[in-house]
């Protein structure tokens, strides 16, 4: 009752587009549903987003949900996950990931799902990780245990944006700590995160989680820039 009242005087709109959802839509519309840029990655083993990290990392496979474009649909909807708090969004990308990896035989034997850490200045300003209902989601579909204290954060990493690709995996590189290591140990891993750009955090989150013995890694991102 309460939550019908709440939507008749503030009803749930479109993170796309901001019409108004209708009773059997959620967080994004049908219309832009149809319209998002979907990879379709996750259906070959040799994509873009593994070959990031040729020469880089060692993945044992690797996947994007969509296309990022600047002032494009993914750009709206990641902001308003990120800047505007809309949590929801996190768990219906990994849903909708979740649901593709489990048909995948090659996901099918995952153990563990890992988001890519925040630091914990930015968690307390941002309130939330924006990966973790993406990651817990993910886990679910695939029965695979979400691990969230593996990998710590231990800078802030503002300026990364303004450094180019060399410089930045040079800073990079010491920012991320390991704990509670056995929990991952002799495990196939799924690391994941919201955005791929140059690749550089996730090929350090990599280099860190390797250090553990027997670790297999993969990786599934919400998007990749194009």
Not at 158 to 174: F, H, Y
Not at 187 to 215: M, P, R, S, Y
Request: proline share 3%.
């Amino acid at each position: 009752m309460f939550h019908d009242l709440v939507s008749l005087f503030y009803p749930e709109t479109c993170n796309c587009c901001s019409t108004e959802l209708a009773k059997n839509e959620k967080t994004v519309c049908t219309t832009c549903l149809h319209e998002l840029p979907v990879t379709n990655y996750h259906l070959y083993n040799e994509n873009p987003v593994k070959k990031v990290f040729y020469g880089r990392a060692e993945i044992e496979n690797a996947t994007a949900l969509l296309y990022f474009r600047k002032k494009g649909m993914v750009q709206t909807l990641i902001h308003n996950l990120k800047y505007r708090g809309h949590e929801q969004i996190s768990t219906f990308l990994g849903e909708w990931v979740g649901s593709d990896l489990s048909e995948i035989e090659d996901y099918q034997s995952l153990d563990v799902v890992i988001p890519v850490p925040l630091h914990k200045l930015k968690l307390k300003s941002r309130g939330f990780n924006q990966v973790e209902g993406f990651a817990r989601k993910i886990a679910e579909k695939l029965d695979a245990e979400y691990v969230d204290d593996v990998l710590v954060k231990k800078s802030p990493g503002n300026t990364q944006a303004l450094r180019n690709r060399l410089s930045r995996w040079g800073n990079m590189e010491e920012t991320f700590l390991l704990e509670n290591s056995e929990k991952i140990q002799n495990k196939n891993v799924l690391l994941v995160d919201d955005i791929i750009t140059t690749g550089a955090t996730l090929e350090a989150c990599i280099e860190k989680i390797q250090q553990i013995e027997g670790v297999k890694v993969s990786i599934a991102t919400m998007a990749i820039t194009n």
